[in-house]
């Protein structure tokens, strides 16, 4: 299990951007896919957008064209830069590692979890 470290997180004003980090321990980080998800008090976390170990994104219909996420694997951290953030993209983040690429499926991520940056944009 690798364990994860978010950050990143704030307050922005609506349209202002913000760019999330999920730093990770061990030697093995670069084998590891990584998603992000987020969740709001009283409601099912969702994906949000995940990244395969080489590389490949892939993102919720609801951030896409807004979020871009990237990994440095030589700093054991993936990035997700938000911009153009909307008062409904409010949550706490969370990121999430596994061996295998699960998508955008919480349940499913299951090798570490961060503790999770609190997101606020408001209008």
């Known amino acids: 299990e690798v364990q994860l470290v978010e950050s990143g997180g704030g307050l922005v004003q609506a349209g202002g951007s913000l760019r999330l980090s999920c730093t990770g321990s061990?030697?093995?980080?670069?084998?590891?896919?990584i998603g992000w998800f987020r969740q709001v008090p009283g409601k099912e976390r969702e994906g949000v957008s995940s990244?395969?170990?080489?590389?490949?994104?892939l993102y919720a219909d609801s951030v896409k064209g807004r979020f871009t996420i990237s990994r440095d694997n030589s700093k054991k951290t993936v990035y997700l830069t938000m911009n153009n953030l909307k008062p409904e993209d409010t949550a706490v983040y969370y990121c999430?590692?596994?061996?295998?690429?699960?998508?955008?499926?919480?349940?499913?991520?299951?090798?570490?979890w961060g503790q999770g940056t609190q997101v606020t944009v408001s209008s």
């Open positions: 061990g030697d093995a980080f670069d084998d590891y896919a």
């Open positions: 990244i395969t170990d080489d590389g490949k994104p």
């Open positions: 999430a590692a596994d061996f295998n690429f699960w998508g955008l499926v919480p349940s499913l991520w299951d090798d570490g």
